[in-house]
């Protein structure tokens, strides 16, 4: 299930606890490690939530665009299992549209 920054923060899940988050691509934060682990940040106009995933990343995925990851937060880091990369706003869960919209950080991509 879909849970947003501020509730990662305020009460984070159980290491065990797979879920989803989604949001904007940081700017500037994406690291490139060893290998195939890249470290990013992920916002929702509040909450900053840090995640690393090790993969290839989806051809659309750049820094402030919309994501959607599926993984586990694990000492204070989000682990994705899956990295979606969403430019439009029927594919990413209306509650981090709501919280982009509320930040004024939102783009509309329809213009």
């Known amino acids: 299930f879909f849970r947003a920054h501020s509730q990662i923060l305020a009460e984070p899940p159980e ?6 988050i ?3 691509v940081e700017e500037g934060s994406i690291v490139r490690g ?5 470290r990013f940040s992920v916002t929702d106009g509040g ?13 659309l995925f750049e820094e402030n665009q919309g994501m959607v990851g599926t993984g586990r937060y694990i ?3 989000f ?3 899956e990295i979606l990369a969403k430019h439009d706003e029927t594919y990413m869960p ?12 939102y783009k509309d991509p329809n213009g």
Request: hydrophobic fraction near 40%; charge should be negative.
């Open 22 to 24: 989604g949001g904007l």
């Open 75 to 77: 000492n204070g880091v």
């Open 94 to 105: 209306a509650e981090v549209v709501d919280a982009l919209k509320e930040q004024g950080v």
């Open 15 to 20: 290491p065990t606890e797979v879920f989803r």
């Open 47 to 59: 909450g900053v939530v840090p995640v690393t995933y090790t993969g290839v990343l989806p051809d």
């Open 79 to 81: 682990e994705a299992s």
């Open 34 to 38: 060893q290998g195939e682990t890249i």
